[in-house]
């Protein structure tokens, strides 16, 4: 696990969609205590949502994203941003 990058899902949420190129290529990923879902109102996105925030970050990856979703990071958690 790393610092950043796609939140590791329950493996129920993959149970039916295995076959779904889009969600084996965000398993490819190393996953993170924080990322682009976590910081976009987590708590408000449904699945779809999510894996779509988590193909952008694989996509756009570079060093500056993965500081500047550190840095939203903290912001959202002082805030409680997104949570229930």
Do not use: C
């Not at 084996?24 to 449904?46: E, F, I, M, Y």
């Amino acid at each position: 696990m790393s610092i950043v990058g796609p939140r590791p899902r329950l493996p129920a949420e993959f149970k039916d969609v295995m076959q779904r190129p889009d969600i084996v290529r965000r398993l490819t990923a190393k996953p993170g205590l924080a990322g682009v879902w976590q910081v976009s109102g987590r708590a408000h996105n449904d699945f779809e949502e999510a894996l779509e925030l988590d193909l952008y970050y694989i996509d756009h990856w570079s060093f500056r994203f993965d500081l500047e979703l550190v840095a939203r990071t903290f912001w959202v958690v002082l805030n409680a941003h997104g949570a229930y």
